[in-house]
């Protein structure tokens, strides 16, 4: 009777357990076991987790499964099965998971959380075409960000000979040049609106893709109290009212010219063209995709220069041979053109290089999967969630001559010829490959070139030991750190 009574517990803890939790499907990924609710989060510290991941797939290997709270994921760990799933079965692994206080934010519109469907496929294509060539062209976006250097430059030749903070400045830059491409305006650096709209923008960040939000999401009953997330809708609201008054503006001033002044005039115009054609191009629409590239154009490019700074400032031989590449290539010219790259191998490796350090996006955007499918001889279920382990890829043992430091000769071939290794995957892969890398890879580079034109970067005195620990994020960042400036001559200090 007492037996009995035993295994009856037994019975309905596992049932409560497994309803709780649910169990791995047969041939999934194998991984650590989860616990009720929480499933296995207690084993991911949130100062490290890309230490506790790594650990994991040296236990369980490059596919291997674990459960956020209550939902079953498959990490990806490594260049070959990023490649596996998101290149060779790019259809499989493209969708997008539903996370409940992003969609009841965007509606499930723009692109970046957007699931595939006709609108995220025709508004990836818009924005692709916009941004590469169609419309505002190659030549203009250079301008653009040339442009914004002209501000830059002139405030870092005010601190000459002192030191400044580049956290500001350099996000600052990101988020005109971006302002540029889709409003057609800049802000000044100083302008308090500005710096309200990108402190929204940081907040957004900070909690959309959090604790906060996974509470959001397991919790229904805690959205009405007065919790962190409630500022994040505001916050979104009020950015979404920005974008609304700056396209009012367009409409009074639009003329159905082949020269459109922004990405906006572009949306205007394919609205016009697919009138009536069923299509998704609509305002609403319109706000979300501009959200998506002020958010995601932004923070990303920002903190890679402020790591390339860091990098540059404390290994000193590197900086020189850089300053040495672009004087000579350069030569009498004042100004550089993303052409030059072709001709700057040295200063492309350190660039990329800085990217490979700068673990931007470690665990890229989360996808799912959008059919049943197969992967490392697992078997994988439709809608199971996927997480690109990038960082696992960036510094990967046997992919890199030197995975733990830095050193821009993993882009560099014997004949000292610049090249990609194919575990560089910063921007991830395949169908949901960033959508703005050709603008990055752009910012990047004239950005770089420019500033080490114009100046010697030095790291302070004051400042004491470098520290090249990533602040842990959707977004990965260096620490804040000072940066000396100093005037160079072109020819020499
Ligand atoms: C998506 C990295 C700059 C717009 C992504 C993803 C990564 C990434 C890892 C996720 C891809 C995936 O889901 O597999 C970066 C890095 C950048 C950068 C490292 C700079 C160094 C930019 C810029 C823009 C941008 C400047 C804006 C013009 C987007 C958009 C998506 C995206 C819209 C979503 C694409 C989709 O879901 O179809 N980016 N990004 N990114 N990025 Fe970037």
């Known amino acids: 009777m007492m037996i009995g009574g035993l295994i009856l517990v037994c019975l309905s803890l596992s049932l409560l357990f497994f309803l709780m939790v649910g169990w791995r499907p047969r041939g999934f990924p194998p991984g650590p076991t989860p616990l009720p609710l929480i499933g296995n989060l207690l084993q991911l510290d949130p100062k490290t987790p890309l230490k506790d991941l790594h650990k994991l797939a040296q236990r369980y290997g490059p596919v291997f499964s674990l459960y956020i709270g209550t ?70 976006m250079e301008q653009r960000i040339l442009e914004e250097l002209t501000h830059v430059c002139a405030l870092l030749e005010k601190s000459a000979g002192g030191s400044i903070d580049p956290q500001h400045l350099f996000h600052h830059a990101a988020s005109n040049i971006i302002c540029s491409i889709i409003f057609g305006s800049r802000f000044d650096y100083d302008d308090v609106y500005f710096q309200t709209l990108i402190s929204m923008m940081e907040e957004i960040n900070k909690l959309a893709i959090g604790p906060w939000a996974m509470l959001y999401d397991i919790a229904p009953v805690l959205r009405v109290l007065p919790l962190p997330f409630r500022k994040v809708f505001r916050n979104y609201q009020l950015l979404r009212e920005h974008v609304q008054t700056v396209i009012t503006q ?66 000193t031989h590197i900086q020189e041979r850089c300053h040495q590449e672009i004087d000579s290539v350069l030569g009498s010219r004042e100004c550089v053109s993303f052409d030059d790259r072709h001709s700057m191998p040295y200063v492309q490796a350190v660039l990329h290089e800085s990217q490979r350090v700068a673990d931007v996006v470690p665990l890229s955007v989360f ?38 430091e830095f050193n821009p000769h993993n882009f560099l071939n014997e004949h000292g010829e610049f090249f990609k290794p194919d575990a560089f995957l910063p921007f991830s892969a395949g169908s949901r490959v960033c959508l703005g890398e050709s603008l990055a890879r752009m910012e990047l580079f004239l950005i770089l070139v420019t500033l080490l034109r114009r100046f010697q970067l030095v790291w302070p005195e004051e400042e004491g030991v470098p520290d090249y620990e990533l602040i842990f994020g959707a977004t990965q960042s260096p620490k804040p750190y000072r940066m000396g400036v100093r005037i160079r001559n072109h020819t020499g200090i």
């Open 71 to 140: 939902t079953p994921a498959v990490v990806l760990t490594g260049q070959q099965a990023l490649r596996e799933a998101l290149v060779s079965k790019a259809v499989e692994f493209t969708g997008r998971p539903n996370n409940i206080m992003m969609s009841h934010m965007t509606g499930g519109k723009g692109v970046i959380l957007a699931d595939v469907g006709p609108s995220w496929r025709e508004h990836r294509r818009f924005a692709l075409s916009t941004l590469r060539n169609f419309g505002l062209g190659k030549r203009s």
């Open 367 to 404: 996808h799912t999967t959008t059919a049943h499918t197969q992967l490392h001889g697992y078997s994988i279920p439709k809608g199971t969630m996927v997480i690109p382990n990038l960082s696992s890829a960036l510094s990967e043992e046997g992919q890199w001559k030197s995975p733990r």
């Open 250 to 315: 367009h409409k009074h001033t639009h003329t159905h010219t082949p020269a459109p002044r922004d990405l906006i005039d572009c949306y205007l115009q394919e609205i016009h063209k697919r009138a009536g054609d069923g299509s998704s191009f609509d305002d609403s629409h319109m706000e979300s995709l501009l959200l998506d590239l002020f958010v995601a154009g932004t923070d990303t490019t920002s903190n890679t220069l402020r790591s390339a700074c860091l990098y540059l400032m404390t290994h």
